[in-house]
Nanobody
């Protein structure tokens, strides 16, 4: 089985920083794209940032200049460094990964979500 386990969410004041981590574990042949999405109640899940295996990145306009996505392929782990946080960044953040197991051609996987709250 494959699991994505997130950590690093919490409560932070406006202007503060948080670093999210997400590690993929299980019987994995290769991890392709990894990324972060976020969602608020009653709203659609939206892309925050995505990183390809070779390191190319894509950011939502709201994240550009404030958030940095990175990954460690040896650890099958993706990170999201969030700086200059704003109240509108408050959401549940979900880790995403496209993972190929030895027995398939690849599937999309999601973490359980971690709450990020930006408030004074």
């Amino acid at each position: 089985q494959v699991q994505l386990v997130e950590s690093g969410g919490g409560l932070v004041q406006p202007g503060g920083s948080l670093r999210l981590s997400c590690a993929a574990s299980g019987t994995i042949f290769r991890v392709y794209d990894m990324g972060w999405y976020r969602q608020n109640p009653g709203k659609q899940r939206e892309l925050v940032a995505l990183i390809a295996r070779e390191g190319s990145t894509d950011y939502a306009d709201s994240a550009k200049g404030r958030f940095t996505i990175s990954r460690d392929n040896a650890k099958n782990t993706v990170y999201l460094q969030m700086n200059t946080l704003k109240p509108e960044d408050t959401a549940v953040y979900y880790c995403y990964a496209r993972i190929q197991r030895y027995s398939d051609y690849g599937n999309n996987y999601w973490g359980q979500g971690t709450q990020v709250t930006v408030s004074s």
